[in-house]
T-cell receptor
Framework: DGGITQSPKYLFRKEGQNVTLSCEQN?????MYWYRQDPGQGLRLIYYSQIVNDFQKGDIAEGYSVSREKKESFPLTVTSAQKNPTAFYLCASSGTYTDTQYFGPGTRLTVL | KQEVTQIPAALSVPEGENLVLNCSFT??????LQWFRQDPGKGLTSLLLIQSSQREQTSGRLNASLDKSSGRSTLYIAASQPGDSATYLC????????????FGDGTTLTVKP
């Protein structure tokens, strides 16, 4: 089945820890995105990537980092510099920047 | 900066009713607009994508319209069903930077049997 997978589904982080969220797609899409969603709110863009080895900051990149070493993978690291990381994180991909976005099932991150 | 607003935040209707969800945006220089559905605790499911050159798109009981000059899009749902209960979000891509989408906060729809 073609699609986007995110792991883990739930993640717990202690204060001061870095954690990495996985996002993999087998849709052969060039563009990939990371969004953050807080309760009752829409999505805010963290990072986006148009091609391998290239990515740009979104609206709320501070405290996050990404890499794009392979076309199918776009992992997100939430660093200790992110002061309020508890949220629902969604990964998406599209054929190109202007195509329909398809989303993964999300990772819920909680800081203990 | 593009701002996207969805009003109302919540809507409750009886089964079978036709309804309209609204999405407003401040910058009319958009590339396209996409409507999504989100079930609680889940990812987003794409419903319709409207290019800036189009006026509307249809899929089954759903019809989305776009009026760039007034900065508005509507999602029309015909003959609503309890299974339509979900949060509906719109997302706008600007023509100047199509990689960045701006999302509204969504309208949570409840269809009562």
């Amino acid at each position: 089945d073609g699609g986007i997978t995110q792991s883990p589904k739930y993640l717990f982080r202690k204060e001061g820890q870095n954690v990495t969220l996985s996002c993999e797609q087998n849709l052969n899409h060039d563009a990939m995105y990371w969004y953050r969603q807080d309760p009752g709110q829409g999505l805010r863009l963290i990072y986006y990537s148009q091609i391998v080895n290239d990515f740009q900051k979104g609206d709320i990149a501070e405290g996050y980092s990404v890499s794009r070493e392979k076309k199918e993978s776009f992992p997100l690291t939430v660093t200790s510099a992110q002061k309020n990381p508890t949220a629902f994180y969604l990964c998406a991909s599209s054929g190109t920047y202007t195509d329909t976005q398809y989303f993964g099932p999300g990772t819920r991150l909680t800081v203990l | 900066k593009q701002e996207v607003t969805q009003i109302p935040a919540a809507l409750s209707v009886p089964e079978g009713e036709n309804l309209v969800l609204n999405c407003s945006f401040t910058d009319s220089a958009i590339y396209n607009l996409q409507w999504f559905r989100q079930d609680p605790g889940k990812g987003l499911t794409s419903l319709l994508l409207i290019q800036s050159s189009q006026r509307e798109q249809t899929s089954g009981r759903l019809n989305a319209s776009l009026d760039k000059s007034s900065g508005r899009s509507t999602l029309y749902i015909a003959a609503s069903q309890p299974g339509d209960s979900a949060t509906y979000l719109c997302a706008v891509r600007l023509g100047t930077n199509a990689g960045k989408s701006t999302f509204g906060d969504g309208t949570t729809l409840t269809v009562k049997p």
